[in-house]
C-alpha cells in the first residue's frame, strides 16, 4: 500500500510559479510510474505530465515547455515545477503512483491551485 500526500498549492498570479510535491510513504516510489492529473470545476480529471520508474518524462500539450515533472527517489518524492502559470491551469492538481502490470494504483488527496490577478 502506497499512501501519497501533495503539496504545494495555493494562489499564483499569472505568470508566476509553483512547485508541487508528491510524497510517498509504505513503499518505494522509485518501482513505481508517478503521474499529475488535474481537475477543473465542471470538468472531468485529465493528465498533466507523468514520469516512468526510469525517469523518461511526457507532458500533454498545454503545458509542454512550462511544467516539468522530476522524482528524488532517495526521498521517495515526485515534483512537478509549474512555470508561466496560465488561469486555465486553476485546478484540483492530484498525483497517481502506478505500476499497470501489477494493478498497483494509488491516488493523493489533491492539492488546488488557482492562477488569478
Known amino acids: 500500500q502506497v499512501q501519497l500526500v501533495e503539496s504545494g498549492g495555493g494562489l499564483v498570479q499569472p505568470g508566476g510559479s509553483l512547485r508541487f510535491s508528491c510524497a510517498a510513504s509504505?513503499?518505494?516510489?522509485?518501482?513505481?510510474?508517478v503521474d499529475w492529473y488535474r481537475q477543473a470545476p465542471g470538468k472531468q480529471r485529465d493528465f498533466v505530465a507523468g514520469?516512468?520508474?526510469?525517469?523518461?518524462?511526457n507532458y500533454e500539450d498545454p503545458v509542454k515547455g512550462r511544467f516539468t515533472i522530476s522524482r528524488d527517489n532517495a526521498k521517495n518524492t515526485v515534483y512537478l515545477q509549474m512555470n508561466s502559470l496560465k488561469p486555465e491551469d486553476t485546478a484540483v492538481y492530484y498525483c497517481n503512483a502506478h505500476i499497470t502490470n501489477l494493478g498497483h494504483n494509488y491516488w493523493g488527496q489533491g492539492t488546488q491551485v488557482t492562477v488569478s490577478s
Open positions: 514520469i516512468t520508474s526510469l525517469g523518461r518524462t
Open positions: 509504505g513503499s518505494a516510489l522509485m518501482f513505481y510510474a
